[in-house]
């Protein structure tokens, strides 16, 4: 188990630029390379898998390739022996195949059992199916205590979108969280109470909803715990929640949503955050071409579209679902991506937090669902473009320690470059207008 442990860490899969992944090659290789004996025409791990069928057609690698499961070929490609029903012949292979070759592993036992049972093998070298994993959910979990209902929902977007929210009357969760603006602002910096700069770009709350930690710091958990921050904060609305307390209770309409939607409950800071929050958990965007194609249509995306995908996905080539993961393309996790402003201590990001030194610098990968709409990018705004971020990464980060481990120059070329950037732009969800409730926006205006 050793020795076949290494042999996949020691195997490096030939790459060229107009390869498609997965490539079943690699997979068969993989395959021979593991010595899987039961499945070779002598049992001795000669020959391979495709001609051995015919002679037992009882394994489970038949039964399992038969359904084209991809869940339960993962399983057994994983776990092997250790599973039942499985001959404990059947070497478990662990979990040191990287993402890319086990989508290869799984293509080829596919492939060859399509060739062996007469089909013809698919025509696109891109099978969604293998790709399943990045399909996002329709709903996100919710707190027990905060449990969505249509009144719920309905009286956070009131909130989300008025004004009131904020000392002057003119500020509300969309100024810097726009609809209109891919639920961000525009800006490279977030302006807040008279004109105040922050210090950092106000992020999409497009799929928020499916974050483990909210805020670049990830200094917030939850929807409902972030909701206080910009409101008190003097630089954004600037609005101690008992005057807002105050503003609600001078407006019936509120008075009735709130009694409707939390009976027996007070309506305060704390209701008003859980509202919100129930409202930021129907902001789920997946209806992008990226989306699309994952349903089976394949015409989704165009063919450049796909070759970025593939740059994307490849840990040789674009190397961005190591942190860009599925499904909500984060980890959920903090890196210092190395900008020229990461090694400086102005923003010391997740380390203000959590001061290990692993963190310095680091900020939550963003979601990036979306992405074309959001410009500027990073942190601090600092990249105007798709094709300046895609840049930075070329460009690979000055070595300061305390660059991401996974963060490494990567190596495409002009044309795969410019795929990357389509392939980004295949992550925009097709979505009806937004109906945002309308209220005026300067000081004593007639909303009360
Ligand atoms: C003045 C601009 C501004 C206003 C107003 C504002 N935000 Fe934000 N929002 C930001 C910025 C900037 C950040 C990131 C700050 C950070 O990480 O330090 C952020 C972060 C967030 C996040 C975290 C998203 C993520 O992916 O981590 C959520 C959710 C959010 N805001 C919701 C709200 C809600 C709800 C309101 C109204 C109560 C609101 N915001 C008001 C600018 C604003
Ligand atoms: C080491 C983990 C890591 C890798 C690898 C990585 N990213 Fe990122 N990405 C991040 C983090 C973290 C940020 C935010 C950094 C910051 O602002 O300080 C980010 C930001 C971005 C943004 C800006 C999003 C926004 O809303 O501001 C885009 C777009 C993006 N990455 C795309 C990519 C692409 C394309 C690749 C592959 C070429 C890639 N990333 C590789 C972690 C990573």
Same mark, same amino acid.
């Given at each position: 188990m050793v020795q076949l442990t290494l042999l996949v860490v020691l195997f490096v899969p030939p790459t060229s630029a107009s390869e498609t992944a997965p490539d079943p090659s690699v997979g068969a290789q993989l395959f021979r390379d593991n010595g899987v004996l039961c499945h070779s025409k002598l049992g001795m791990?000669?020959?391979?898998l495709a001609m051995a069928i015919p002679d037992y057609p009882t394994t489970n690698l038949v039964n399992t390739s038969n359904t084209g499961d991809r869940d339960r070929i993962l399983e057994v490609v994983r776990y092997g022996g250790s599973l039942?029903?499985? =001959?404990?012949?059947?070497p478990p292979w662990g979990d040191e195949l990287r993402p890319s070759e086990i989508r290869s592993v799984i293509r080829f036992i596919r492939r060859i059992r399509k060739q062996d049972s007469g089909t013809a093998v698919a025509? =696109?070298?891109? #099978?969604s199916a293998d790709y399943?994993?990045?399909? &996002?959910?329709t709903q996100a979990d919710e707190p027990e205590y905060n449990r969505s209902t249509a009144e719920r929902v309905a009286l956070g977007k009131q909130l989300f979108f008025d004004?009131?929210?904020?000392k002057d009357r003119d @500020?509300?969760?969309?100024?810097?969280?726009?609809p209109a603006k891919g639920w961000s602002d525009g800006l490279a910096v977030g302006v807040g109470h008279r004109g105040a700069l922050l210090t950092r770009a106000s992020p999409s709350?497009? +799929?928020?909803?499916?974050?483990k930690i909210q805020m670049w710091d990830g200094r917030f958990r939850t929807l409902e715990d972030q909701v206080r921050g910009p409101i008190e904060s003097p630089t954004e609305m600037n609005l101690d929640p008992a005057i807002l307390e105050e503003r609600l209770n001078e407006r019936p309409e509120y008075i009735a949503a709130f009694a409707q939607s939390?009976?027996?409950?007070?309506?305060n800071i704390d209701t008003i955050a859980k509202a919100i929050a129930a409202f930021e958990r129907?902001?789920? *965007?997946? +209806?992008?071409p990226f989306d699309q194609w994952l349903d089976g249509?394949?015409?989704?995306?165009?063919e450049a579209q796909l070759r970025g995908m593939d740059v994307f996905m490849d840990e040789d080539k674009g *190397?961005?679902?190591?942190?860009? =993961?599925a499904p909500n393309f984060t980890d959920n996790g903090f890196h210092n991506?190395?900008?020229? $402003?990461?090694?400086? #201590?102005?923003d010391v990001g997740r380390y203000k937090i959590k001061?290990?030194?692993?963190?310095?610098?680091a900020f939550k990968t963003p979601i @990036?669902?979306?992405?074309?709409?959001?410009?500027?990018?990073f942190h601090d705004g600092s990249a105007a473009t798709l094709s300046d971020v895609i840049a930075h990464y070329r460009k690979?980060?000055?070595?300061?320690? $305390?660059?991401? &481990? +996974?963060m490494k120059a990567i190596t495409i070329s002009d044309q795969e470059a410019s795929d990357l950037e389509q392939f980004l732009h295949a992550l925009t969800s097709e979505e009806a207008p937004f109906e945002a409730p309308v209220y005026q926006t300067f000081a004593g205006s007639a909303v009360d």
């Open positions: 791990g000669e020959g391979y039942t029903g499985i =001959s404990t012949y059947m025509g =696109s070298p891109m #099978d399943r994993e990045w399909r &996002l959910p004004p009131m929210m904020s @500020i509300s969760c969309a100024s810097c969280h726009d709350i497009i +799929n928020s909803a499916f974050n939390y009976p027996g409950e007070p309506m129907t902001v789920i *965007h997946r +209806n992008s249509d394949t015409a989704a995306m165009s *190397h961005c679902a190591v942190c860009h =993961s991506v190395g900008l020229d $402003q990461q090694t400086t #201590d102005e001061p290990i030194k692993e963190v310095w610098g @990036i669902r979306d992405v074309a709409l959001t410009a500027p990018y690979g980060s000055s070595p300061v320690e $305390q660059v991401s &481990l +996974n």
